[in-house]
């Protein structure tokens, strides 16, 4: 992990705005302009392959986070890292570029952040819907501002028990 | 002279079959076979026959596949029920849903549904079959029997082995008791339970 992280440091130099930390966890935060840059220096530095493409929705910041785990099958120093690198997309507007021309399993995942969240990734080859039925992916589920229906919750009065002698 | 006559009319009925009225006989063949004098003969047979021949085509869409799978195995044997889960849906005549049926599932579920031969029945397997179990509110399933007519319920979640073999016993006195093969074969259809008509066609995301 730390030595994926230093590699991925160093390929990101000067392109990354901020850093999010967890435990066992690193993501790189890029401005949208610079986001296949910094994919492409990701690439060459080793990162071949992206596992997971996810997206979080936040409608009181407006909003779309989208990050991409990148890591890598041909290094075994960097096998056992996965660096995230985040994107933040206006929410009423979520156009970015799409980076399956770069990293080629990212293609089907987008494809799947399209459906729940309605990001448009220009430059994708096929922007179908992969999971839903298209009419339900036009609604975005995922989106915090898609409503389900909730549990039933009692609010009536309660009624207290007298404990036994 | 009268035992002549009678020996002589005798002699001359050998080697003659009497089949009578074909239209009247016919008719009343058919009254004790398959009509108005209920059970009928081959009705009878029919559901004796489906009874102990009871495919289900297994429709695995989520855990309960597991307990399909472990009613079959030897420890609780379901085939001596003269169940055996087959593959292809033109050879079976039992649907057995095992847990969730999403959007996209129903309109497999429709399809098989409508390529099985009659007679046909249906039994929902767990929580989820039954009324969306956990995914109750989930804006990505549809309810099983919106889909199917299901003549079983089972609940849990999942339902143990035991359960599912005593859900296929259910459906063969059921079927013993009224007589559905024979009524779905007579009819072509059954009346008590139609196959529901759909508020939308589930395929329409493929057929485009």
Not at chain 1, 22 to 35: A, M, N, Q, T
Not at chain 2, 119 to 125: E, G, L, N, T, V
Request: net charge positive.
């Amino acid at each position: 992990m730390e030595e994926a992280r230093r590699r991925a440091e160093e390929a990101l130099a000067g392109i990354y705005e901020s850093v999010e930390e967890g435990k066992g966890f690193v993501s790189f935060i890029v401005p949208l302009e610079r986001l296949v840059e910094a994919a492409e220096a990701l690439k060459s530095a080793g990162f071949d392959h992206v596992k997971s493409v996810t997206a979080v929705d936040r409608p009181k910041e407006g909003v779309i986070e989208v990050t991409y785990h990148a890591s890598s099958y041909g290094d075994p120093e960097l096998a056992r890292g996965i660096i995230g690198l985040t994107v933040r997309i206006p929410r009423d507007n979520p156009r970015m570029p799409s980076l399956s021309r770069i990293w080629v399993s990212a293609e089907f995942q987008e494809r799947e952040v399209f459906e729940f969240f309605g990001v448009i990734f220009e430059g994708h080859p096929d922007l179908r819907p992969i999971l839903l039925a298209p009419p339900i992916a036009e609604l975005r589920p995922l989106r915090k501002d898609f409503v389900v229906k909730e549990e039933p919750v009692y609010r009536g009065p309660i009624q207290k028990v007298e404990k036994p002698p | 002279m009268a035992q002549e006559e009678a020996a002589a009319k005798a002699a001359s009925r050998r080697g003659r079959v009497y089949v009578g009225n074909l239209e009247q006989v016919a008719k009343s063949a058919r009254k004790i076979l398959l009509g108005e004098v209920k059970p009928s003969a081959v009705g009878k047979l029919v559901d004796w026959g489906t009874l102990f021949s009871l495919w289900p085509v297994h429709f695995t869409t989520s855990c309960c596949g597991c307990e399909f799978a472990a009613t079959w195995s030897p420890r609780f044997d379901a085939e001596r029920y003269g169940a055996l889960p087959w593959l292809a849906p033109r050879q079976t005549n039992l649907i057995i849903i095992e847990g969730t049926v999403t959007k996209k599932m129903a309109c497999a579920l429709r399809l098989v549904w409508e390529q099985m031969p009659h007679p046909k029945f249906a039994i929902a397997m767990g929580a989820c079959a039954l009324d969306g179990g956990i995914f109750y509110n989930s804006y990505n399933i549809v309810r099983p029997w919106e889909i199917v007519p299901v003549d079983i319920y089972i609940p849990g979640c999942p339902p143990r082995p035991e359960a599912l073999a005593r859900a296929i016993v259910e459906l063969q006195k059921l079927i013993k008791e009224k007589g559905l093969a024979s009524l779905w074969i007579s009819k072509g259809k059954r009346e008590d339970k139609p196959t529901p008509k759909l508020k939308e066609d589930p395929c329409s995301w493929w057929r485009g």
